[in-house]
């Protein structure tokens, strides 16, 4: 049979289950402390958002033969507006052996260009992500016709001054250098004539 209960055991009892329920109360409050911080750092803050957002690049005043640069995701973007010299140097250089990859099937695409297995949506206007895909320099634009000539075949368009890769003006890199791959292309899709929405595309 149980035993009855003396007061100050009452009052100890009653005390421990006070205790039980204080500390089990604190135990939710500690809980529910660390889930805040834990649920928010699961969560992009404003300013994490806005730097993965698309940018606007307004080329409606790019120059034939000059390019606009900008930063999307923390990357250089080159836009280039291609010269009629300069489309036929990329015509030339696909055919002369001397790319890597002149088809682009090992590169960096959006899904728009590779399901059109192509490296540009208008033929006048080249789009890049300009971080060299050897070590991350930055490539610039050159040209023959400036007396820019770094090797015999080489016919213009971007060349990185830190190990001496060298892409033609699609971004397409030639053989025997260090990089390994033609330069990147992000996601993009002209809003109209003279605006280019980088980090978005028309679905397919
Ligand atoms: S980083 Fe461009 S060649 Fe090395």
New binding site residues.
């Given amino acids: 049979m149980k035993k009855p209960m003396k007061n100050s055991e009452k009052v100890n009892h009653a005390r421990r289950k006070t205790l039980v329920i204080a500390s089990s109360a604190l135990g939710g409050v500690a809980v529910a402390g660390v889930a805040t911080p834990f649920l928010g750092s699961w969560m992009p803050s404003e300013k994490a958002k806005s730097v993965g957002a698309p940018i606007e690049m307004d080329i409606s005043k790019l120059p034939p033969g000059a390019q606009q640069r900008a930063v999307w995701r923390g990357k250089a973007i080159y836009v280039l507006r291609m010269t009629e010299p300069m489309l036929k140097a990329v015509k030339e250089t696909e055919s002369s052996g001397l790319l890597l990859d002149p088809n682009s099937e090992a590169s960096d695409l959006p899904e728009t260009l590779k399901s059109e297995q192509s490296r540009q949506l208008r033929d006048d206007i080249m789009v890049l992500i300009g971080v060299?895909t050897?070590?991350?320099?930055a490539p610039t634009l050159q040209g023959v016709d400036k007396g820019q000539s770094h090797t015999p075949g080489w016919l213009g368009g971007f060349f990185?001054a830190?190990?001496?890769?060298k892409y033609d003006y699609a971004g397409r890199v030639y053989r025997g250098v260090?990089?390994p791959k033609n330069l990147p292309i992000p996601p993009y899709r002209f809003e109209n004539d003279g605006l280019i929405v980088i980090g978005e595309e028309e679905t397919v």
């Fill in positions: 060299c050897h070590l991350g320099c990185c830190c190990h001496g890769s260090p990089a």
